[in-house]
């Protein structure tokens, strides 16, 4: 996509505009991956709603702002792959996010991103910052899985961010559809909120995307692919990318 201004104007702009100016230039949607707890997929999510973004011909930016850097590892194995579409890589811990925001409408000012996909830490320590990504974004999406603990917590983040007035979304991931929690979580989701009408299901495929830096569409037949495919034509859908 392209951001519409020449980036000369940028270069030119007089001192104290140039902040204005990058505003100005802003065209890519931020998705916030968060739920305020550990484990719940928020990389997993995050990793292959890139590369499947990436495939339907987006300029995709992915913001790792976890200190444990599960998504930077994941790209850099990404980079020993052939033939795979790239994505530009911030690795910003959340402690810092005034830079990484700053480095994020730097590069869409350079180079053009369609849209910025963003990983984040588990825990609701730093809920300042947090707060300030949920502002930041123009959709949110809350994974959890039909665990009571998971959902509990997902139920608390999502009220939590409700006041900020950003449109968001839980999913409910690494699903085992055979057991009656699944029915239940799906209802008590569905109560809370909107709810990404697929769900991605508990499967080594998925899991194994972490292992060689690719997306689960970017290997041959796996397992879970529509699972995650009817995730992003979801995202696509509601975030209008
Ligand atoms: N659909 C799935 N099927 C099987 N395993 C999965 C699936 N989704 C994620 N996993 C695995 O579950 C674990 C947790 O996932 P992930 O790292 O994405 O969660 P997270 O929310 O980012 O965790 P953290 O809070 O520690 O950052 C990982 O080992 C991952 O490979
Ligand atoms: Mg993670």
Request: hydrophobic content about 40%; aromatic content about 4%; some cysteine.
């Amino acid at each position: 996509m392209e951001t519409g201004v020449p980036v000369r104007s940028v270069k030119n702009a007089a001192p104290g505009a140039i902040e204005e100016s990058v505003n100005a230039q802003r065209t890519a949607k931020w998705l916030v991956i968060a739920s305020g707890k550990g484990g719940t997929t928020k990389t997993t999510t995050s990793l292959n709603l890139a590369a499947l973004a990436a495939a339907a011909g987006l300029k995709v930016g992915i913001l790792d702002t976890d200190e444990q850097a599960t998504l930077t590892k994941w790209h850099r194995r990404r980079e020993r792959q052939d033939d795979v579409p790239s994505l530009r890589l911030f690795s910003v811990p959340l402690v810092d996010l005034k830079r990484g925001v700053r480095e994020v409408d730097n590069a869409e000012a350079a180079e053009g991103l369609d849209l910025v996909i963003v990983d984040t830490p588990p825990g609701l320590e730093q809920r300042e910052r947090i707060s300030e990504l949920v502002r930041r974004a123009d959709y949110v999406l809350v994974p959890t899985s039909q665990s009571t603990a998971d959902l509990e917590s997902a139920l608390e983040f999502m009220a939590a961010i409700s006041s900020l007035g950003v449109r968001a979304a839980f999913l409910l991931s690494r699903t085992n559809q055979r057991w009656g929690s699944y029915r239940l979580a799906k209802k008590m989701l569905n109560r809370a909120g909107t709810l990404c009408p697929v769900d991605v299901r508990q499967l080594r495929d998925i899991e194994a995307t972490h292992d060689y830096g690719l997306g689960i569409n970017e290997f041959n037949k796996a397992k879970g692919a529509d699972d995650l495919e009817a995730v992003w034509e979801f995202i696509r859908k509601v975030m209008e990318v």
